[in-house]
């Protein structure tokens, strides 16, 4: 096989190996019915997926466990425009002036 | 049922997600850019881009790519990367009912992070199918062309704007304003803190395993918490 159509049978492995787990249950539907208490449970994994995706983002540098850094300053900013003002563009302004403001001065 | 409720409920998906879908840009950008960096071809990158059109699936397995790992690795690493959408599929699929398997198919293949969190209150909470439907798929097909127009735009810019912009910061930003508004919930703000310790504290477990134990993790302190809730509120 050559490094071409290695690479693209690669792809196409990736992409199985994706929409598979997307489509699973939305595909199985009724013919596979989770147990409610499951379905209740499931309620909470949106916000445990976002926090276990942002956490270590913002509060990990390198591999260290380092709270007080620049992307914290800008999360706080973000998140107080988010709850200050209903302009849904504001935080990302907010947070991305905060982030580059403090890196720019060497924070 | 009136026809129309279809392109209603495109509508007002499309509303609620537009602010958020802005996310998807920067690691669109970025995206394009890594694949150019691991020495795929302009032809190769989209190619990638259009047949897994997943951020975190394409960014975990390049390096993979690049250092010329075992196509097992890579696939068991691409799976280990999506075992969080087995769960979202699981807790939307509810809301696919009265929808044909075709469609479902589609639906799931357009599965995102951003749609799902964004959409599935409603998508439990409607009666109308075809309502349900086009308020999934606005927003899906939104991020699909985002996608791969932003991935385009890095795969060709690759190389001339500059790293220290960190412009994948505005994605973390995304992720955050989605979480805010479901923190309010105090069992939905003891599952995300208890999962986002979680995933601290195991952040160096291979494969990012620690992802998929916090999430369950912040799954069941979520649902005891709800459970202690309802216990205080009856006494």
Request: net charge positive; hydrophobic share 60%; proline share 6%.
């Amino acid at each position: 096989m050559s490094a071409e159509a290695g690479l693209w049978l690669s792809f196409i492995l990736i992409g199985l190996a994706t929409t598979l787990p997307r489509a699973s249950f939305i595909v199985l539907g009724n013919r596979v019915r989770l147990p409610s208490v499951v379905q209740r449970a499931l309620r909470y994994a949106p916000a445990a997926a976002l926090a276990a995706i942002v956490a270590p983002d913002v509060l990990v540098v390198g591999a260290d466990f380092a709270p007080l850094n620049p992307k914290l300053a800008g999360v706080v900013a973000a998140v107080a425009a988010a709850t200050f003002s209903r302009n849904p563009w504001l935080p990302f302004i907010a947070g991305m002036t905060v982030l580059l403001g403090l890196r720019a001065m060497g924070g | 049922m009136p026809a129309s409720s279809f392109r209603e409920g495109a509508r007002e998906g499309f509303r609620a997600f537009l602010p958020l879908s802005v996310g998807l840009i920067p690691w669109a950008l970025v995206t394009g850019m890594a694949m150019i960096s691991t020495g795929f071809t302009p032809a190769q990158a989209m190619g990638m881009n259009v047949i897994v059109f997943a951020g975190t699936a394409q960014l975990g397995t390049l390096p993979l790519i690049g250092i010329g790992a075992p196509l097992w690795l890579i696939v068991v690493t691409a799976l280990a990367l999506n075992l969080r959408f087995v769960i979202f599929s699981a807790a939307v699929a509810q809301g696919f009912r009265g929808i044909g398997t075709p469609t479902r198919w589609f639906a799931g293949h357009l599965l995102t992070d951003g749609v799902f969190a964004c959409c599935l209150e409603k998508m439990l909470k409607v009666e109308d199918p075809r309502w349900r439907l086009g308020y999934y798929l606005a927003p899906s097909v939104w991020s699909w062309l985002l996608w791969q127009s932003f991935a385009l735009i890095g795969v060709f810019a690759a190389g001339s704007i500059p790293k220290h912009w960190s412009l994948e910061f505005m994605a973390t930003i995304a992720l955050l304003m989605l979480l805010v508004p479901l923190a309010r919930q105090r069992p939905m703000l003891v599952a995300a803190l208890s999962s986002g310790a979680t995933a601290i504290a195991l952040r160096g477990m291979p494969l990012r395993l620690g992802l998929i134990v916090a999430i369950v993790v912040g799954i069941l302190a979520g649902f005891a918490a709800e459970h202690w809730h309802a216990k205080g509120e009856a006494q």
